[in-house]
């Protein structure tokens, strides 16, 4: 499986529509290991357009710090899972958290 976490700086961005770069993870749900990590800069920030490139990179699951309802409306509609209010941490960490299903979660970072 493929989860996409926005970064700046190497850790999670608390607003995923202005970070540096994504971190797309790829992991071994069974094994619960990280498979490889790749960087990539986010296309340009317009409506729609980052559902739509994460389905193409093929991403189900997005974790972020904050996301807007209808951001995360497009993102359901791609069939990917948002899980939002993470912690400003490595992507490494967030993804390890997630797959032991010890992932918590506070309030969502963006207001929109």
Same mark, same amino acid.
């Given at each position: 499986?493929?989860?996409?976490?926005?970064?700046?700086?190497?850790?999670?961005?608390?607003?995923?529509?202005?970070?540096?770069?994504?971190?797309? %993870?790829?992991?071994?749900?069974? =094994?619960?290991?990280?498979?490889?990590?790749?960087f990539s800069p986010p296309p340009a920030?317009?409506?729609?357009?980052?559902?739509?490139?994460? =389905?193409?990179?093929? %991403?189900? %699951?997005?974790?972020?710090?904050?996301?807007? =309802?209808?951001?995360?409306?497009?993102?359901?509609?791609?069939?990917?899972?948002?899980? %939002?209010?993470?912690?400003?941490?490595?992507?490494?960490?967030?993804?390890?958290?997630?797959?032991?299903?010890?992932?918590? =979660?506070?309030?969502?970072?963006?207001?929109?």
């Amino acid at each position: 499986m493929k989860i996409a976490i926005p970064t700046n700086n190497g850790r999670l961005s608390l607003h995923f529509g202005h970070c540096a770069q994504f971190a797309i %993870v790829e992991a071994d749900a069974e =094994s619960k290991q990280i498979v490889k990590t790749e960087f990539s800069p986010p296309p340009a920030h317009e409506p729609g357009a980052l559902p739509q490139w994460l =389905s193409d990179q093929g %991403v189900e %699951v997005v974790i972020a710090g904050g996301m807007g =309802s209808r951001a995360q409306q497009l993102f359901a509609r791609y069939g990917i899972e948002t899980l %939002v209010g993470a912690a400003e941490t490595t992507p490494e960490d967030l993804v390890a958290a997630y797959l032991d299903g010890t992932l918590a =979660s506070g309030d969502n970072a963006c207001d929109h």
